[in-house]
Nanobody, 121 residues
Framework: VQLVESGGGSVQIGGSLRLSCKGS????????MGWYRQAPGKECERVAI???????VYGETVRGRFTVSEDAATTTLYLQMNRLKPEDTAVYYC????????????????YGQGTQVTVSS
């Protein structure tokens, strides 16, 4: 499994960003996928998960603001982030595995290098 995150950057409070995660080396439709983040000095946090059948799970801190989606044709996972807050500042990582593993574990820095998101005034 190879995953490459992109799309991070600096944005003002209330702004939006869309992260992408390009997958290769596995059958995209067979695995569930998720986004995780880690802020400096904090533990890895689960952000959102999408199953192969399209069902989603969101972390409490992002529910209603973030939307996870995927495009099997391009083997790409997305995270649309709206109404960003300073506490969303972190390195964002994606992961691919079965739902039970994604829910049970933390997957920061396990595949790609992540993409930095910085939210400030």
């Amino acid at each position: 499994v190879q995953l490459v995150e992109s799309g991070g950057g600096s944005v003002q409070i209330g702004g939006s960003l869309r992260l992408s995660c390009k997958g290769s080396g596995f059958t995209f439709d067979y695995l569930d996928m998720g986004w995780y983040r880690q802020a400096p000095g904090k533990e890895c946090e689960r952000v959102a998960i999408i199953s192969s059948d399209g069902s989603t799970v969101y972390g409490e801190t992002v529910r209603g603001r973030f939307t996870v989606s995927e495009d099997a044709a391009t083997t790409t996972l997305y995270l649309q982030m709206n109404r960003l807050k300073p506490e969303d500042t972190a390195v964002y990582y994606c992961a691919a595995n079965r739902m039970s593993a994604l829910l049970a574990g933390v997957w920061c820095n396990r595949y790609g290098q992540g993409t930095q998101v910085t939210v400030s005034s």
